[in-house]
Antibody
Framework: QVRLKESGPRLVQPSQTLSVTCTVSGFSVTSYHVSWVRQPPGKGLEWVGAIWKGGSTDYNSALKSRLSISRDTSKNQVFLKMNSLQTDDTGTYYC???????????WGQGVMVTVSS | EIVLTQSPTTMAASPGEKVTLTCRASSSVSYMHWYQQRSGTSPKLWIYETSKLASGVPNRFSGSGSGTSYSLTINSMETEDAATYYCQQGSSYPPTFGGGTKLELK
């Protein structure tokens, strides 16, 4: 069955880099697009960026200068790197598989990241 | 970027009551998707392509709409339906989400 699981640090210092891994099973990252979505505490959902099944990437324009999304197809993993973190980057980071018509049909459990010194 | 505006922001409904949540897009979109998120859990795809129920979603839920106006309806509110619901469009890049409607049990 389809599963996505995020892993990464829970606490990151301001100005440092966040690195989160999404390990997927039940599908191949070369067959389906995968996006990252984040959610500040008590707030709504924000699309962060995507890696398309062909390997190209797209990013939220507001975050583009700080973001990098990549993958390891041999391990079926997708990686999110965001640098120069600030306190308003605090939140839960989810990876999600793309379904039909641009929706997200499967989500990981998320990793809660706190940016604090 | 297409902005999605959900209304109401918060509402409460009694068991058995009919509930309608709306989502308005700043420009026309081809489809709307809806997600249910219960407290402390990840979002779940609930309705996709405007009106198709995701696997396991009770048939008291329905979705409709076109162009810039979409809605999610619960025919008869049940306890387990209390959650936050988000709309999302993926037909225009970048994908965007509405701010959510928190549905509480009265």
């Amino acid at each position: 069955q389809v599963r996505l699981k995020e892993s990464g640090p829970r606490l990151v210092q301001p100005s440092q880099t966040l690195s989160v891994t999404c390990t997927v099973s039940g599908f191949s990252v070369t067959s389906y697009h995968v996006s990252w979505v984040r959610q500040p505490p008590g707030k709504g959902l924000e699309w962060v960026g995507a890696i398309w099944k062909g390997g190209s990437t797209d990013y939220n324009s507001a975050l583009k200068s700080r973001l990098s999304i990549s993958r390891d197809t041999s391990k079926n993993q997708v990686f999110l790197k965001m640098n120069s973190l600030q306190t308003d980057d605090t939140g839960t980071y989810y990876c999600a598989k793309h379904g039909r018509a641009g929706g997200f049909d499967y989500w990981g459990q998320g990793v809660m990241v706190t940016v604090s010194s | 970027e297409i902005v999605l505006t959900q209304s109401p922001t918060t509402m409460a409904a009694s068991p058995g009551e009919k509930v309608t949540l709306t989502c308005r897009a700043s420009s026309s979109v081809s489809y709307m998707h809806w997600y249910q998120q219960r407290s402390g859990t990840s979002p779940k795809l609930w309705i996709y392509e405007t009106s198709k129920l995701a696997s396991g979603v009770p048939n008291r839920f329905s979705g409709s709409g076109s162009g810039t106006s979409y809605s999610l309806t619960i025919n008869s509110m049940e306890t387990e339906d209390a959650a936050t619901y988000y709309c999302q469009q993926g037909s225009s890049y970048p994908p965007t989400f509405g701010g959510g409607t928190k549905l509480e049990l009265k």
